[in-house]
């Protein structure tokens, strides 16, 4: 497979692409492997990786244990990142989906970034705030603004130790701490811009995707997503929502 221009761009730009994913989530795999082809990437291309998601039987310190595994399997992403040392870090969780134009939207975020002195870059958030000129394709956010969602990150790499430090020390407090405890991982990287305000923080205006409508692994399952039947009509219900919302924006 050969990458768009844009799917290009992104490579240039990001050094290492890893799509974090539950082993027992293939229909999620199978969805976001879609998307990426898209731009002409997959995982298992060298650059672009599949990256085994954490998964814990008890929730220990965190609110549940689907947040702990998204925590810990955003830290080892970055800790492996920061210990390869490399330039600059994606993570794209397997919820993701593009927007119909990603390929003009994308290109044009990443033109935009190219030369500034980036730390974060949040390519789908979930709070329209930082966004509220759309005239721009990247917008500042400020180091005190809470972002929600994490899955169109990108970190540079003069970030990627101090943030594996932080994300560690956080793990092992209790939770509640005044430190910065136990948390969604939203949280925490919305508490490492706050204690590191130097730090430059761009979203992508418009943003570049949204978060696909699946079943949980964070939060507490409805009964929706527990009864067999019910379970196997929803998710073909939200596949469907998907592909009508898809054609509209076309």
């Not at 039987?57 to 830290?75: I, V, Y």
């Not at 811009?193 to 730090?199: E, I, K, S």
């Not at 039947?229 to 596949?239: K, L, M, P, Q, S």
């Amino acid at each position: 497979m050969r990458a768009t221009p844009a799917g290009q761009k992104l490579l240039d730009r990001f050094e290492r692409i890893r799509v974090i994913n539950l082993a027992t989530r293939r229909d999620r795999l199978r969805d976001v492997t879609a998307q990426l082809a898209r731009l002409g990437l997959a995982p298992g291309d060298g650059r672009v990786e599949r990256f085994d998601a954490c998964r814990f039987d008890e929730p220990g310190a965190f609110p549940t244990r689907g947040t702990r595994g998204c925590f810990h399997s955003h830290l080892e992403v970055v800790r492996e990142a920061a210990r390869d040392g490399v330039a600059s870090l994606l993570i794209v969780e397997d919820d993701l989906d593009f927007a119909a134009d990603i390929e003009v939207r994308l290109a044009q975020a990443l033109q935009a970034l190219e030369g500034s002195d980036w730390s974060f870059f949040y390519g789908a958030v979930l709070n329209d705030s930082p966004c509220a000129d759309e005239q721009r394709p990247l917008s500042r956010a400020a180091p005190t603004e809470a972002m929600l969602g994490a899955h169109f990150l990108g970190i540079a790499g003069h970030v990627l130790a101090p943030l594996e430090r932080y994300l560690t020390a956080m793990a092992e407090r209790p939770a509640g701490s005044p430190q910065g405890g136990p948390m969604h991982v939203d949280g925490a990287y919305s508490w490492f811009r706050r204690d590191h305000p130097a730090l430059q923080t761009f979203v992508a205006c418009p943003v570049l995707g949204t978060q696909r409508s699946s079943r949980t692994d964070v939060h507490a399952l409805s009964w929706k997503d527990t009864v067999p039947f019910v379970r196997d009509t929803t998710a073909i219900g939200r596949r469907l929502a998907r592909s009508a919302r898809s054609a509209f924006q076309r």
